[in-house]
């Protein structure tokens, strides 16, 4: 989610019932050389909290370190991502790299930990491979050194992102801790989240990918949970109306310019699958100013019948 799950599409997921966001990756050596970038990332608006920092690192000095300078954002918890199966991130010893060394996710969960007074979650997957699936006994260590909740991605970093998640490895670790854990994997749909929880037995479902150009998501898994109602998903205008205000609260804080650059890939997860968004996909990817997306929107509304 790392570029694309910024303020203001945590802030649409939020308004859609999201019950928390967790902020994009944020490096710790970045943190500690004072990178504006870092700083930019870690900003938080009122409309996303229950909000957290997410910061990913390899050295447990560096990590809390970079805890205590998140705390003038006031996050309202730090997040440890020791998942992103990225090479870029894993060729240096950090996200999911660190589950082939268990002691030293160890030392850098407890570096947090004792560094602020704020809860720590960490994100891990169900294990480096499939010779070395080692979740449970990573959960175990996480609760050891203070973690307050767990997130499971039920993949090793070796699968990346397919085949499916594999939820008795988020199962098994739920059954082996006592903190709460967060199911991780595949929830595309209000049923996906519905079954996770009940296979699972999970506290908590969190969803990624599935929310891109759809953060309505977050509504139709509530009403789901809540009373088994099957939302329909919303209307060609109203899907135009939701991508339009995501742009302009992106332009808002991005200026135009950047704004548009930015979003470019979530208009072509909005109207993906829409008749005629693969004919105006090229224009998708090049829109600049506000205006050239409410006009495209308009066109994908009168082709789809609306």
């Given at each position: ?151 499971v991605h039920g993949r090793t970093r ?23 854990v967060i199911g991780n994997g595949d ?120």
């Open positions: 989610m790392a570029g694309t799950a910024d303020s203001p599409f945590r802030a649409l997921c939020k308004s859609y019932g999201a019950a928390f966001c967790i902020g994009e990756m944020v490096s710790a050596k970045g943190v500690c050389f004072e990178d504006r970038k870092s700083k930019e990332l870690m900003s938080i608006s009122e409309a996303e909290r229950p909000c957290a920092v997410q910061l990913f690192g390899c050295n447990p000095e560096d990590m809390a370190k970079a805890a205590v300078s998140a705390l003038e954002f006031n996050p309202d918890f730090i997040d440890i991502n020791m998942g992103c199966p990225a090479p870029k991130v894993t060729n240096n010893g950090c996200g999911s790299a660190l589950m082939k060394d268990p002691f030293l996710a160890g030392q850098i969960i407890r570096a947090v930990v004792d560094a602020v007074k704020l809860p720590v979650s960490v994100k891990f997957r169900k294990g480096w491979d499939e010779k070395s699936v080692n979740c449970v006994e990573f959960a175990k260590t996480a609760e050891d050194n203070g973690a307050s909740f767990v997130t070796q699968q990346m992102y397919s085949p499916s998640a594999d939820l008795d490895a988020i199962k098994a670790v739920k059954s082996a801790v006592n903190i709460p929830i595309f749909t209000a049923q996906d989240a519905k079954h996770m929880y009940e296979y699972t037995g999970c506290d908590f479902v969190m969803a990624g990918r599935g929310t891109l150009g759809a953060p309505w998501l977050f509504a139709q898994i509530n009403a789901m949970l809540s009373h088994g109602e099957e939302l329909p998903p919303p209307s060609i205008t109203e899907r135009m109306n939701v991508m339009l205000r995501h742009a302009e609260s992106v332009c808002s804080q991005k200026g135009e310019r950047n704004g548009m650059l930015e979003m470019r890939k979530h208009a072509l997860w909005y109207t993906k699958g829409l008749r005629g968004s693969a004919r105006l996909r090229a224009e998708f990817s090049t829109v600049s100013e506000l205006h050239e997306l409410s006009l495209l929107a308009e066109k994908i509304t009168e082709l789809n019948g609306e």
